[in-house]
């Protein structure tokens, strides 16, 4: 039967992690597929990421319902109730329309079974072949059979049969048989080969004769034909492209309705027939598009069509193609790095990459600074090891270059450098000089300009702007760069390393998952996406996030897969309806709170490391005297499906009210706890599994000998051999009683009962982003209150007359603003702003004053705060003062309403980042320098010949808007860089503004005439003070919501329940707040689909008696869970914000509040156990 | 109600023959550190087998009576190792967790119980090796500075 | 680049396309973004007053005469280098070519006299259907009426002449190409 | 340092002159009632009282050398919450006053609801001598001798408890009200201080005669601190070496009998069960049966080093070093030895000093991101 999910995410990146949890946490199934056979996409290779230079995935991971999800760090692995994740498995069709699409997946086998595999790695210590790394981006090598990502858990090795070399060692090697390869099913492997050629009719069962693959040559099509029908189960055919054409088209067609999945393979002549009447490449298209594989050149060698064709037996019966019935699709692909070595596009031979090795890509330089790297962190040179003290980065290499065909800018190869230059400060102890050569510093996030002043100016990173044009081979091993600088000097300077900032590119697979999507592909390769309604494909149902639509950084792909999701989410909701099934009743647990603790400790002892190192015997008769252990049973195989049904029969049988299992990889085990829990009817959470396996593993010697082996080599024989056994069953026998300690302990009551979510939503703001939010959430089904402050819906954006892209806002708005009022979910309070609100998620009471005087309470589930911003007051220049000094927006809406006539104009100049990106507004505004470009071109368009004087710092274009700018360029618009010490002056000569300024190209000073002068005045956010601390969240110094988390939570605040989006969360354009709005919705939808909203297992509660209500655990916790409730003088714990991180514990000198799971005694008992010495082995003897 | 059946270790001087091995007791917060380990003991980084790792939720819970009860219990040394400052999963867990080791490194080593016996370290999600090194430079420094005296005396 | 450094202090007078040849230029070269790519790739930059960088910003800036008094333009010797390595992809050598027309038409004596090497040189071709070094250096020196001149270029001849590089003359090849040049100018007359 | 006034003392009486100032002070609308120490029927010596009625200040004696519990555990209990009455104005000795400010920051009283008046405190004899001492049982003479001498010296054979001779703190500066002793002639006169605008308040209400200060305070305060910082070292350094290692601290403290007794009497341990009371500590017997096992011997009770270690850690940065713990040990264990050593290096380490300024938040209860960057070998 065709599994069923609500939503199919392509793609397990950072995006697509991202969207996944936010449709999972609102109870949707989803499906995550990833080509590669780890999880994390190019993430899991960053340590580090701006502008916090820390790592914080895992701060993502959901915060009510916590225990539906993996609670530890995102590296290691995700699990999710409703996420069922499928690597190195592709997205082949998708057919269907939305609501009821089928997707056939086709995921390559890795030939090791993932239930077997305990990951000991000991085929890839005898695998002989050596392959530059993916995961250390080449620098380092691996072998045919290894580990994907070190981090992730279950980390099961793969087989990478592209390179494998079929020595089958490691099939030998491999102590729990996960390695399969197939070999018994070549016998039964029938290969029918049609050939007029003789030769090759008789060499092919002698070249297979050893791989026992039965072979039936025969010399025509009808013959082989024949023997199909004779019911050979043939696996495969090869069709030789020397019978005539007719024939092998028929026999192929017949072929195929013989066995619909038989797989042909067509045998090309060699290039000289071929051209002759050129037909044999014709006919051999003709054929695969019939429904052949692949096409083999003649002649055939032996050594070289062997392993092909054993190859491709093992692809063909082992990889498999499964389709599955979804209501939405999320492309979350992402991108590849811009390979400067790549043939045809490539620019290594201008900056020695590959020849080189102190050139690297940025994404090398990354590998080289982490701890899992190829120098374990060690900034040393690749190739001779020196350490790197003087780094150079090279900012758009693959980027804003026309003849690469990438006209686009990648948004975040300058924030990257200017992390690594930290970055390799930090690690080199403040040794390191760093300088970044860039054209145009794109810093244009709220908090990057600052990012960038503290670089430049304390951690003394040199910012030059100029693109070096030759790089040499240096003295010793080192790098020569010349470069002119901006006054026009030839310099040259010698660094150890260059680090090439590469671009984004669109995915090695973009047209293979564009084809099977069905989507369109814009000129950069990339996703065509629209303007204004960014995340839509052109296929309705498919969506795109992440990086997949446009190169962005990671905030950007988080907001973008929020949106997505929440596209999809409203998709699925519309077309399945109001969601029938109720939830899954939770499961009642037994209480068992008066009993007596009888711990059950099951131990699997199957895997042969096992038994070589652990006297299990001993290891028996010490668990049983454990405390509360009641019963030690040994299960085969507890990975397994049959060995878990053992474990539960031997469970219900000892009827315990704990159970402790000692496995390996216990991430395996924990999510299926839970169907224990429901057969024993025994709550989860008096479980435990804990990881014997690795302690059995670690210690001095890591060979298989053992015990025996010691016992052999070690003379004293029976005395206490230190090496082997002894510690190794002294540690797991700890760790065991440590395990079965903290059980004992575990608190058996009941959790604090459910806070039920009052299902609607209070959205305060009503522009651009107030509206977006409001309809995202309406349209899923939740009543939404909009609350708007004016008199008249749509804010800022009602402003704006056109966009860059061409798309006409001024529609878009009124379509946004009637949908907005005709909507009934929506109930909109004008001109009324909110007096008071109280409450936790799920259960808010806000107050709302209307004009008229009239006071709304409203109980609503959840609050999204779009209070937006407005263009900052600039009253310098003359402006608002003179007629000839506009801002652009006033410039943008004269030239719609046609007040301002282009053609009559002799001269235009423009002042960029006028009193942005300083001490008192010290951010980009980002909005501003795509304005510029967006009244360049209307000017233009309406009079060539004027013309424009652009002065600026750093235009900040980043996606696809720099191909705008090179458009202004061709335009004829000339700009001139200035910086903030040599700034352009402005004075009035007979009302018209005269502009003198240095042009540091020809280091001259200039003075222009024009008639009319517009200054980019940038952003201000809404006075949002008051509201924040209506709501209890904070600000920024610039006065934006300061969002729980810049990078991992974007749209949350620190406060649970509350979200922020639009121009108040930072300066946006257009399509940044729609994006923002729609993950701030999906965010909301996620609380107000549950009924009730549970909190974790590990949750504070507070024992009333011995509080002395000194206040300390309030200050200490992180998310203000805790309050001293007034009137019934008790400290109380809001069990919904309480994330279990146990600070209040620790200041509480006498343990009043105590976390579920980790009380003192607990603890103790656990310390306990640890330090519980274990008699060694002689002892027993 | 069985009980722990242990033969007593030693009255004073350890066993004959068998050289001195350190108790380590190490409290690690379940993010960062915990992968760290786990990605040292997956990935075979010879990890010394007598530190015993107790995973808590964050480093900020750790509270100044474990370290004392472990200290007293037998450990000859306590490692406490969390996020780096900034990555913490509860956002400032670690800044308390190294106000109270810094207590405790006023109080404990004036009666005698040596400073380097509480070592107090950040280590990354991706630091498996430097997990391992730390470990088993700590354990070969508490190996070489010997048994602590709280063990053979009769208090607790 | 001897004077870089001195202030050049003008106002760009707003840009009016009469002069279509000056914009057939400009448009060359508009989408420049002052990398300096050009500059650095240029073989004779050394010698340049202007920078060429600096060049294609005075002609976007409009200011012609200055452009034309500079010696830059006259010095490329069309290796391509520059417009191989542009990453705006833009016609830099074929926009030096159009300056020296241009300068060759629109330009002071001092131009004209630069395009004298030029004219001589094609006028030699044109006659003898291939270069006949010493015609086209007597031609030359003639027409620059400077009798100092060959004594500069002596040493040079001399080195020539011993490596058997200036080729005396023979008339084989004489009138050959010309229907080619009278191909050429119907066609300048046309456009 | 505020104004100064002079409180009378009529013939030779200094009790009776401060009997006569607590009447004036309850006699002040907003003040409700008085704590002070009120001479104990039988053996003499004082404990503190509440009075209400302006003539039952007979038998109180703030001067009197006796010091059996800290009164800031009791004036939190007067002063928790919202106040419904008046001021409670309370007599204090200068620890009592910085243990109640302590106790403030944690929320336990407020000083909003209390006038603090603090006495110059020349010391006190320990709870068991404080009987034996003549001066205690109404002999006038021997009180003024004692006052005379700022508690220096030898009284009827015994000196002042080792905690007040070891006290650098013997003037309440926090209080809102100081009454000096030092370097005044009891039977003549004393001097009253105000350090705080609410001290000035009452100080001009009570309208006593202005005064001026000679510096004779100052003078004896010098020769006293001098003195107890001497006693004060010596004493560290006898502790630092009595415990420099375990077993020094198990002897230390092998006469403790887990009474907690310390605990209860500390002023600044507020907790209302401490933690080795409560269920955390309740061993189960397989436990005591494994220790046992584990160590060989195990002595019993449990947990008494491990007892005082844990104290250390709570309340060593708050620790006013006022002696209460050694008076309250029935085995007499040099309690406050250990404690008030401890607490100098805790306090020095942290730059904070108990009881010092009610805005300095104690040490454990902030946090910042970069700090002690050295724990951790530098690594931020």
């Known amino acids: 039967m065709k599994k069923e999910y609500g939503a199919l995410v392509v793609g397990a990146g950072i995006g697509g992690i991202r969207s996944a949890l936010d449709l999972a946490e609102t109870g949707l199934k989803v499906a995550l597929i990833d080509a590669r056979p780890s999880l994390g996409g190019i993430l899991a290779q960053l340590d580090h990421q701006f502008p916090s230079d820390h790592c914080g995935m895992c701060k993502m991971l959901p915060l009510t319902q916590r225990d539906q999800s993996s609670q530890y760090c995102l590296r290691k692995g995700l699990f999710h109730k409703n996420i069922d994740i499928y690597l190195h498995t592709e997205l082949s069709n998708l057919e269907g329309d939305p609501g009821k699409f089928q997707a056939t997946l086709s995921r390559r086998s890795t030939f090791i079974d993932s239930t077997r595999c305990v990951s000991c790695g000991l085929c890839a210590e005898v695998c002989p072949a050596r392959v530059p790394s993916e995961f250390n981006a080449g620098l380092a090598q691996r072998t045919a059979v290894y580990l994907p990502v070190p981090h992730n858990i279950p980390n099961h090795y793969v087989v990478d049969l592209d390179n494998c070399q079929r020595c089958w060692r490691c099939y030998e090697a491999c102590p729990t048989k996960a390695i399969d390869f197939k070999f018994e099913q070549r016998k039964d492997f029938h290969i029918v080969v049609a050939t007029p050629d003789e030769q090759l009719a008789q060499d092919f069962p002698l070249w297979f004769k050893d791989e026992n693959f039965p072979v039936h040559p025969t010399s025509s099509g009808e013959d082989a034909l024949k023997l199909l029908a004779e019911g050979l189960d043939c696996g495969l055919m090869l069709l030789d492209l020397d019978l005539p054409q007719a024939e092998a088209e028929r026999t192929l067609r017949r072929a195929l309705e013989l066995r619909p999945n038989l797989a042909v393979v067509l045998l090309a002549a060699p290039g000289k027939e071929r051209d002759k009447d050129g037909g044999k490449d014709k006919v051999a298209a003709a054929l695969l598009k019939l429904g052949a594989r692949e096409v083999l050149a003649k002649p055939l060698r032996q050594a070289q069509a062997v392993p092909w064709l054993d190859k491709l037996f093992m692809r063909l019966v082992s990889d498999e193609s499964f389709s599955i019935e979804v209501g939405a699709v999320i492309l979350a692909a992402g991108f590849e790095c811009y390979d400067p070595a790549a043939s045809p596009g490539g620019c290594a031979d201008l900056l020695l990459y590959g020849s080189h090795p102190g050139v690297l890509t940025s994404l090398e330089f990354e590998r080289l600074a982490s701890p899992t790297g190829p120098s374990q962190g060690l900034l040393t040179r690749p190739g001779d090891g020196k350490p790197l003290r003087r780094i150079a980065w090279l900012q758009c290499v693959g980027s804003r270059d026309v003849k690469k065909n990438a006209d686009l800018c990648s948004s975040f190869c300058c924030m990257v450098s200017i992390k690594q230059a930290l970055l390799a400060k930090r690690r080199s102890h403040d040794e390191a000089e760093t300088t970044i050569f860039y054209m145009d510093m794109r810093t244009n996030g709220r908090d990057y300009q600052r990012y960038r002043d503290e670089a430049e100016n304390e951690a003394g990173v040199r910012f030059v702007p100029a693109r070096p044009h030759t790089i040499l081979p240096g003295p010793d091993g080192d790098i020569l760069v010349q470069y002119f600088d901006y006054a026009g000097e030839l310099r040259e300077e010698v660094f150890d390393a260059l680090v090439l900032a590469v671009g984004a590119r669109p995915p090695k697979s973009m047209e293979r998952l564009a084809q099977a999507a069905g989507i369109e592909v814009n000129d950069s390769g990339f996703c065509a996406t629209k303007y204004l309604s960014p995340n839509r494909t052109s296929r309705l149902g498919v969506f795109a996030a992440g990086a997949f639509g446009e190169p962005t950084d990671i905030r950007g792909s988080l907001i973008q897969a929020g949106a997505a999701a929440m596209g999809a989410s409203r998709m699925i909701r519309v077309y399945h309806g109001p969601r029938d099934e109720t939830p899954e009743a939770e499961p009642e647990y037994t209480d068992v709170s008066r009993q007596v603790p009888r711990v059950l400790m099951a131990l699997c002892t199957s895997c042969p490391t096992l038994e070589r190192n652990v006297d299990s015997e001993l290891l028996h008769q010490r668990m049983a005297t454990l405390p509360g252990v009641v019963k030690v049973v040994d299960v085969q195989r507890a990975c397994t499906r049959e060995g878990w049904e053992a474990l539960r029969q031997e469970a219900e049988l000892a009827a315990p009210n704990r159970v402790l299992i000692g496995a390996c990889l216990p991430y395996v085990h924990v999510p299926r706890l839970r169907e224990l829990g429901e057969a024993l009817k025994l709550n989860p959470a008096l479980m435990d599994v804990v990881d014997i396996h690795t302690a059995s593993f670690s210690g001095r010697d890591t060979s298989f000998g053992g015990h025996a082996a010691c016992l052999a080599s070690c003379a004293t024989g029976a005395g206490a051999c230190d090496c082997g056994e002894g510690a190794r069953t002294n540690e797991m026998g700890s760790l065991l009683a440590m395990a079965a300690a903290k059980l004992l302990g575990a608190d058996p009551s009941t959790l604090p009962q459910a806070t039920p979510v009052s299902p609607q939503a209070l959205v305060v703001g009503g522009g651009l982003a107030g509206m977006t939010a409001a309809m995202g959430i309406a349209d899923q089904g939740f009543k939404v209150v909009l609350v708007e402050e004016a008199e008249h819906l749509g804010g800022q954006a009602m402003n704006l007359r056109y966009t860059l892209e061409g798309d006409d806002p001024v529609r878009f708005m009124e379509d946004l603003v009637e949908q907005v009022e005709k909507n009934p979910n929506i109930r909109v309070l004008k001109d009324s702003r909110v007096v008071l609100s109280r409450g936790k998620a799920g259960r808010f009471v806000t107050v709302v004053a209307t004009g008229e005087g009239m006071a709304h309470t409203l109980h609503h589930g959840a609050t999204i705060l779009a209070t937006g911003g407005h263009e900052a007051k600039v009253y310098e220049y003359g402006n608002r003062v003179r007629k000839c000094v506009l801002t652009q927006l006033e410039l943008e809406q004269r030239l719609a309403a046609g007040s301002v006539d282009a053609s009559s104009l002799s001269g235009v100049a423009m002042i960029q980042c006028w009193r942005s990106r300083e001490e008192s507004r010290n951010y980009c505004s980002r909005v501003c320098c795509q304005g510029a470009l967006k009244n360049i071109l209307m000017l233009k368009k309406r009079n060539p010949g004027l013309p424009v004087y652009v002065f600026y710092r750093d235009i900040m274009t980043t996606g696809f808007a720099e191909h705008y700018y090179t458009e202004a360029r061709r335009s004829g618009a000339i700009f001139i860089r200035y910086t903030p010490d040599s700034r352009p002056q402005v004075d009035f000569k007979d009302d018209k503004p005269v502009i003198t300024a240095l042009d540091p190209v020809l280091g001259a000073q200039i003075e222009l005439h024009p008639d009319l002068l517009v200054l980019s005045s940038g952003v201000e956010p809404g006075d949002a003070a008051e509201i924040a601390d209506l709501f209890g969240v904070g600000l920024t110094s610039d006065g934006f919501f300061q969002e729980a988390e810049s990078k991992w939570r974007p749209v949350d605040f620190l406060k649970h329940g509350i979200f922020a989006c639009g121009l108040a969360l930072g300066p946006a354009t257009m399509r940044d707040s729609l994006l923002s709005a729609k993950a701030a919705a999906q965010r909301v939808v996620r609380i107000l689909s549950e009924k009730q909203l549970s909190c974790g297992n590990v949750v504070a509660e507070v024992r009333d008696t011995l509080c002395s209500r000194c206040g300390r655990c309030i200050s200490v916790c992180p998310y203000g869970a805790r309050a001293l409730d007034l009137d019934r003088d008790k400290i109380v714990v809001d069990e919904l914000l309480c994330q279990g991180c146990g600070s209040c514990m620790a200041a509480c000198p006498n343990s009043a509040t105590v976390l579920r799971g980790f009380h003192d005694e607990q603890v103790m008992a656990v310390i306990d156990a640890a330090l519980a010495v274990q008699p060694s082995a002689a002892a027993r003897l | 109600m069985q009980e722990l059946i242990m033969t007593p270790q030693m009255q004073g001087e350890p066993m004959p023959g068998a050289a001195f091995e350190p108790a380590i007791v190490a409290f690690v917060c379940n993010w960062c550190t915990y992968t760290a380990a786990d990605l040292a003991g997956t990935s075979r980084m010879v990890q010394s087998p007598n530190v015993r790792l107790v995973r808590m939720m964050c480093t900020g819970m750790v509270d100044p009576k474990y370290i004392i009860k472990a200290l007293l219990g037998g450990a000859d040394a306590v490692l406490i190792s969390g996020c780096h400052p900034g990555d913490c999963h509860y956002i400032n867990g670690n800044y308390k967790a190294r106000r109270r080791v810094k207590l405790l490194m006023e109080i404990l080593p004036r009666f005698g119980i040596d400073s380097r016996r509480i070592k107090l370290t950040w280590v990354g999600a991706s630091e498996g090796n430097e997990f391992a090194a730390t470990v088993n430079r700590f354990a070969a420094e508490i190996k070489e500075l010997g048994p602590i005296d709280t063990r053979s005396l009769p208090l607790l | ?191 | 340092m505020g104004s100064i006034a002079r409180i009378e003392v009529t013939d030779g009486n200094p009790v009776a002159a401060l009997q006569g100032f607590c009447a004036r002070l309850l006699a002040d609308g907003e003040i409700s009632a008085v704590l002070a120490p009120r001479r104990l029927p039988g053996n003499g010596g004082t404990m503190p009282a509440l009075v209400a009625d302006p003539e039952q200040f007979h038998d109180v004696d703030p001067l009197a050398p006796s010091f059996r519990l800290s009164a800031a555990r009791m004036l939190t209990r007067l002063t928790r919450g919202a106040d419904e009455g008046g001021l409670v104005a309370a007599l204090l000795r200068p620890c009592e006053v910085r243990a109640f400010i302590e106790l403030c920051k944690l929320n336990q009283g407020s000083l909003e609801n209390t006038l603090l008046v603090s006495l110059d405190c020349p010391g006190a004899f320990t709870n068991a001598d404080t009987g034996r001492f003549s001066g205690n049982r109404g002999n006038a003479e021997a009180l003024l001798g004692f006052l005379r001498a700022d508690g220096r010296g030898d009284f009827d054979g015994m000196q002042i408890a080792r905690a007040c001779r070891t006290c650098e703190h013997p003037t309440g500066a926090e209080a809102d009200l100081s009454i000096c002793l030092f370097g005044q002639d009891p039977a003549k006169g004393l001097l009253l201080m105000a350090n705080t605008p609410r001290g000035e308040g009452f100080m001009t209400r009570l309208g006593l005669p202005e005064a001026s200060d000679d510096g004779a305070r100052a003078k004896a305060l010098d020769v006293l601190l001098t003195e107890r910082r001497a006693a004060q070292e010596q004493m560290f350094a006898e502790t630092t070496a009595a415990t420099s290692d375990m077993s020094g601290l198990s002897t230390f403290l092998s006469a403790c009998v887990n009474c907690y007794n310390c605990r209860t009497a500390c002023p600044v341990c507020y907790c209302k069960e401490c933690v080795f009371l409560t269920d955390v500590f309740e061993h189960k017997p397989w436990q005591y049966m494994s220790w046992a096992r584990q160590r060989g011997a195990l002595k019993m009770p449990t947990d008494t080093v491990f007892f005082h270690l844990t104290r250390l850690a709570h309340m060593s940065t708050a620790c006013v070093g006022c002696g209460q713990c050694s008076n309250a040990c029935p085995n007499d264990v040099p309690v406050m030895e250990l404690f008030k050593t401890i607490a100098a290096s805790t306090q020095k380490a942290f730059d904070y000093e108990a009881g010092r300024d009610p805005g300095e938040a104690p040490p454990l209860s902030v946090f910042r991101e970069h700090e002690f960057t050295e724990l951790t070998g530098g690594l931020d």
């Open chain 3, 1 to 191: 680049m001897k004077n870089m450094h001195t202030p050049i202090a003008f106002t760009p007078a707003p840009l009016v396309f009469q002069d279509e040849a000056l914009a057939e230029i400009q448009s060359m070269v508009r989408a420049c973004m002052q990398c300096g790519t050009c500059t650095a790739s240029c073989p004779n930059s050394f010698a340049m007053d202007l920078a060429p960088r600096q060049m294609w910003r005075m002609l976007l800036f409009g200011l012609k005469q200055e452009v034309l008094e500079s010696r830059t333009f006259w010095l490329c010797s069309s290796c391509y280098s520059c417009t191989l390595r542009c990453p705006r992809g833009l016609p830099l050598t074929a926009a030096m070519a159009a300056l020296k027309r241009l300068a060759a038409a629109e330009g002071d004596a001092v131009n004209r006299k630069k395009a004298l090497f030029y004219q001589e040189f094609m006028q030699n071709v044109e006659q003898n259907g291939r270069i006949q070094e010493m015609g086209f250096m007597c031609h030359y020196f003639l027409a620059m009426h400077d009798p100092l001149l060959p004594l500069e270029y002596g040493p040079l001849g001399l080195k020539l002449l011993a490596k058997g590089k200036l080729h005396l003359g023979d008339s084989t090849q004489r009138g050959r190409l010309g229907p080619l040049f009278a191909k050429v100018r119907s066609m300048e007359e046309a456009s």
